[in-house]
């Protein structure tokens, strides 16, 4: 794989940032590769574990004469952090991002791109419930998806640059639109973790009463749930915010298929179960035969949440 980018910054080091870091290093993709953390202990960390060539104690001074600018930090962020460097991008420069909800990050961060600085917004869907700059792992986006979500009339050597990028760093590459990503996610990601949340939640609210045996006897299905509600309280904040009427109607349609499983148990109807089980069934053998299941392997996860 060759050099994509001559410069590239990265704005908040956290998970996912830092996983781009050690993939673009380990595919030669950038040359110089900047880095800017919020806060001071963040920064030492990177300089201590290598990541990024330079880190820079301004995000102005990382930006500066960057080809490439990763928006890594919460979704809620973004438009904050797109303010403080616009002066200082380049003419030519590409601004991208890695957040989860796309309309919003759009309408808050394209308002700060300047004239001749190209902005494709993107999204990685590749994680862990770890974060911070020692979380990441270089094959975090190996066979995963990563969905581009340019602007009808972006420029396409911008956007075909970005894809080389992020199929440089293993992942598989396809363009949506902003809305319809927002709709999908809220059902592929967003309503499962607000689920695993509430289900973890309440096996908490019980633990008085079952004196703490849910964690102890925690089945698969369970565990699973409480790996997904360990995921950073800030990022999933923003998510939920920021996708509010996609994750509501998705939310809303759960709402009722769950109570009619639920009028399905009290009634003792169970065929409706047993149909319903397995159609489910069906597509979870659908996602393994089309060779979908691209769970990353368990890298990085044995390591604390930053
Ligand atoms: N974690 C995942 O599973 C995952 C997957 C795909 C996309 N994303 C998206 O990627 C982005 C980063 O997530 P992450 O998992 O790397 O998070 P993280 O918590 O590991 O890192 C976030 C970084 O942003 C910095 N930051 C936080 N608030 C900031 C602010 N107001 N101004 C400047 N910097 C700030 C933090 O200090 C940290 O360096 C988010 O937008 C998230 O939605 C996350
Ligand atoms: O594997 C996990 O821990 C994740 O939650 C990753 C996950 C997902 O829901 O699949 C989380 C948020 C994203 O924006 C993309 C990926």
Avoid at 42 to 70: F, H, K, M, N, P
Avoid at 171 to 186: G, W
Avoid at 275 to 297: K, L, S, V
């Amino acid at each position: 794989m060759s050099q994509v980018y001559d410069r590239v910054a990265l704005i908040g080091l956290g998970l996912i940032a830092s996983s781009m870091f050690w993939a673009m290093k380990r595919a030669g993709l950038a040359g110089e590769v900047t880095g800017y953390a919020r806060s001071a202990e963040t920064r030492e960390t990177a300089r201590q574990i290598g990541l990024c060539d330079r880190v820079c104690d301004s995000a102005v001074e990382a930006v500066e004469g960057a080809d490439l600018i990763v928006l890594c930090v919460p979704v809620g962020a973004m438009g904050a952090v797109a303010q403080e460097i616009s002066a200082a991008l380049k003419p030519g420069a590409t601004v991208t991002d890695v957040g989860s909800v796309k309309r919003h990050v759009i309408q808050s961060v394209a308002p700060h791109i300047p004239e001749g600085v190209h902005f494709v917004p993107a999204h990685p869907l590749a994680g862990t419930e770890h974060s911070g700059p020692e979380s990441g792992f270089a094959e975090l986006y190996d066979n995963r998806w990563c969905l581009l979500v340019p602007a009808e009339g972006s420029d396409r050597d911008a956007v075909e640059n970005l894809r080389a990028l992020w199929e440089g760093m293993g992942a598989n590459v396809e363009e949506m639109d902003a809305d319809h990503h927002d709709l999908v996610l809220a059902v592929t990601s967003h309503a499962p973790h607000l689920i695993a949340y509430t289900m973890v939640g309440v096996a908490d609210d019980l633990s008085r009463v079952t004196d703490s045996e849910v964690i102890k006897y925690s089945a698969a299905g369970f565990r699973d749930f409480t790996r997904i509600a360990a995921s950073d309280p800030t990022m999933w904040r923003d998510v939920f915010l920021t996708n509010k009427d996609a994750t509501l109607e998705i939310l809303g349609r759960f709402t009722e298929e769950l109570f009619a499983l639920q009028r399905a148990i009290r009634t003792g109807d169970g065929e409706q179960l047993f149909d319903y089980f397995t159609r489910t069934r069906a597509i979870r053998r659908g996602i393994i035969e089309a060779g979908q299941d691209t769970d990353a392997p368990d890298f990085g996860r044995g390591k604390a949440a930053q």
